[in-house]
C-alpha cells in the first residue's frame, strides 16, 4: 500500500539553500512558495520548510536509500561535503552508508545494502 515518503527539513537561508541542494548534491529545484522549497534528484524529493530558529536543523535529518553508494560517496566527496564523521562504512544494520550536513544543519544519510555493493 505505502509507495513513498518524502522528508520535510528546516531551512535558514533560502538562497544558500537552493544553491546547496543544486550546486552540492545535485538535485533540481522545483518550486518555493511562502517559505517551502521542493527539490528532487532521480525518484528522490526533498522538502524544506523556513524556520528563523537556527537550532531546529541541527535536530532533524533523513535517511535516502540509494543504489552505486560509492560512487554517489565519490561525487559528494569531491564537493567536500561529507561530514567528517559520516566517511563511507558498512554499519552493522549491514548498510554501507555515509553522511552529510547540509549548510542548516540537517545531516542526511544515503546508503544501501552491502549486498548490493556492486550493482
Not at 4 to 32: C, D, M, R, W
Not at 62 to 75: G, S
Not at 86 to 110: C, E, T, V, Y
Request: proline share 5%; with cysteine.
Amino acid at each position: 500500500m505505502l509507495l513513498s515518503a518524502v522528508p520535510i527539513l528546516a531551512f535558514n537561508n533560502q538562497a544558500e539553500t537552493i544553491a546547496f541542494y543544486t550546486q552540492k548534491l545535485g538535485f533540481t529545484f522545483h518550486s518555493e512558495w511562502d517559505g517551502y522549497l521542493i527539490f528532487s534528484r532521480e525518484q528522490v524529493f526533498i522538502h524544506l520548510w523556513f524556520t528563523e530558529d537556527p537550532a531546529i536543523p541541527k535536530h532533524t535529518g533523513c535517511y535516502i536509500n540509494v543504489n552505486k553508494v560509492e560512487q554517489l560517496y565519490q561525487e559528494y566527496e569531491q564537493q567536500g561535503i561529507v561530514h567528517p564523521n559520516g566517511k563511507l562504512a558498512l554499519m552493522p544494520w549491514g548498510m554501507r552508508q555515509f553522511s552529510i550536513l547540509d549548510n542548516n544543519g540537517n545531516i542526511i544519510h544515503f546508503g544501501e545494502p552491502s549486498e548490493n555493493e556492486d550493482n
